[in-house]
């Protein structure tokens, strides 16, 4: 199946379904260069099997709904950098206290919905009620590729909580080199390239 041409869809979770895919899953807030590896790792594995590519994300971060740390930028952004990084499908769960609550073998049975190959995460991966489920638990249901960490010129990780921490300590031009540039042209492009399914009334 060829799913190139195509405009990135972007759903709901409820609307989710595929007959196989790759999926790349993770709060990506910011899509820093660490994300952007990830997600790039599940496009280019998709692209080489000729099946879709899929990018799991929540809105808003969990950090942000618990009240662990500030986002980094809104969604709107979020999709639009992600957009950038050729996935077919971007999958929204829209994540509260309730769905926090769901177990992990719902989110496992909502996974399986699209027929996953492998899914791309990062080594501290965790979801589920209390954070019950992890890396070693979803591997037990489907092929999982841990994704490396990408160091930065400093020698540090590139994480949403470093350019947290790079923010209020005032070092924004580091901070920004984390994320990567996205300038306004670059957003509008990332608009341009999705095609937002999460209010119709039918499942894509």
């Known amino acids: 199946m060829d799913f190139q041409a195509a405009q990135t ?93 769901r177990s992990a073998d719902r989110f496992l049975s909502d996974l399986a919905r699209l027929n996953p190959r492998t899914i791309h995460v990062g080594a501290d991966f965790r979801f589920g009620h209390r954070q019950s489920g992890d890396t070693a638990l979803l591997s037990h249901h489907f092929k999982v590729n841990i994704a490396q960490p990408v160091i930065c010129a400093a020698g540090e990780t590139v994480s949403s909580t470093r350019i947290r921490a790079l923010r209020a300590s005032g070092r924004l031009t580091e901070a920004r080199a984390l994320q990567g540039p996205f300038e306004s042209a670059a957003f509008l492009t990332g608009r341009m390239l999705t095609q937002d399914l999460r209010f119709e009334e039918t499942t894509p």
Do not use: N
């Not at 942000?64 to 971007?90: S, Y």
């Open 9 to 101: 869809r972007i759903v709901t979770d409820e609307q989710a379904a595929l007959p196989a895919c790759v999926m790349a899953i993770g709060a990506f807030d910011g899509v820093h260069r660490g994300h952007q590896a990830l997600i790039r790792g599940a496009v280019a594995e998709a692209r080489a099997a000729q099946t879709a590519s899929v990018v799991w994300t929540f809105d808003p971060p969990p950090k942000v709904v618990f009240g662990r740390a500030a986002q980094l930028c809104p969604l709107e952004e979020k999709l639009a950098r992600i957009a950038r990084l050729g996935p077919d499908m971007i999958v929204v769960a829209r994540f509260d206290r309730l769905y926090a609550g």
